[in-house]
């Protein structure tokens, strides 16, 4: 059976496992919870109310977070003509057609978000497995398949700190809300817009309590109860 290191151990001191934190408390702690040598993520993770097996109860949608999440985000664009035009003067990292296609396929995976034109998806179908495990496929519902004339606003959002949020198998989201290294205000901000998202995506399948629990945590830190009264009255 593996055990903690002493590092998180001393880190869990200081969480009391039985009390439910106000968002701001919380992410005091997990700031002086963060022990690696790195710059760790804050992670939320919500244990939702609802059934992941049935269709009428998929919980998925798009955050923007107002202060990003603390890296850079590689962008590529599938897609031609005009669409690449419009892509490279939007300033993709990464703009093409067959070639990109051909490229993934061949195990090249060196990017953080995919958007495609409509007319460029009969290609980038074939993709489906390749970057669906990954959570790189272009997707309507995702806002990552837009027309030519919506690349800058597609391109600049996922540069801002765009997140997709859904729901797994156990019926858990998990979602990054920033660095360890942002200050408890800009984390703050983050939270709620991604907390706002979630419970605007409440599927009209959803019978009882939406949310049963939510916890922050970092990379490598202990979990921290938030009280869900404070989640549920975001602004």
């Known amino acids: 059976?593996?055990?903690?290191?002493?590092?998180?151990?001393?880190?869990?001191?200081?969480?009391?496992?039985?009390?439910?934190?106000?968002?701001?408390?919380?992410?005091?702690?997990?700031?002086?919870?963060?022990?690696?040598?790195?710059?760790?993520?804050?992670?939320?993770?919500?244990?939702?109310g609802v059934d992941p097996r049935s269709a009428d109860q998929q919980v998925r949608g798009i955050a923007l977070l107002?202060?990003?999440?603390?890296?850079?985000?590689?962008?590529?664009?599938?897609?031609?003509?005009?669409?690449?035009r419009v892509a490279a003067e939007a300033s993709a990292d990464y703009i093409g057609g067959d070639d990109l296609v051909k490229k993934i396929e061949d195990g090249w995976l060196d990017f953080d978000v995919s958007i495609s034109t409509?007319?460029?998806?009969?290609?980038?179908?074939?993709?489906?497995?390749?970057?669906?495990?990954?959570?790189?496929?272009?997707?309507?519902?995702?806002?990552?398949?837009?027309?030519?004339t919506d690349l800058p606003r597609a391109i600049n959002d996922a540069r801002k700190g765009r997140v997709e949020f859904r729901l797994d198998r156990t019926a858990i989201i998990h979602v990054p809300i920033g660095k360890?290294?942002?200050?408890?205000?800009?984390?703050?901000?983050?939270?709620?817009?991604?907390?706002d998202a979630v419970l605007k995506a409440k599927p009209s399948g959803a019978k009882g309590q939406y949310v049963k629990s939510a916890f922050l945590s970092t990379t490598m830190g202990p979990g921290i109860r938030l009280d869900l009264k404070s989640i549920m009255a975001v602004p």
């Not at 439910?20 to 993770?45: C, M, N, Q, R, S």
């Not at 309507?140 to 837009?146: D, L, M, W």
């Open 118 to 148: 409509p007319d460029m998806m009969g290609k980038v179908g074939k993709l489906g497995k390749i970057l669906g495990r990954k959570g790189l496929m272009p997707n309507p519902k995702s806002g990552t398949v837009v027309a030519a």
């Open 66 to 84: 107002p202060n990003g999440l603390g890296k850079t985000v590689r962008v590529l664009v599938f897609a031609q003509g005009e669409g690449a």
């Open 180 to 195: 360890a290294g942002f200050n408890k205000a800009k984390l703050l901000e983050n939270l709620n817009a991604i907390l």
């Open 1 to 48: 059976m593996s055990t903690h290191g002493k590092k998180f151990n001393s880190a869990a001191k200081l969480v009391d496992r039985a009390t439910a934190y106000e968002p701001a408390e919380a992410i005091e702690l997990a700031k002086k919870a963060a022990f690696a040598g790195f710059d760790e993520t804050v992670e939320l993770h919500l244990r939702m």
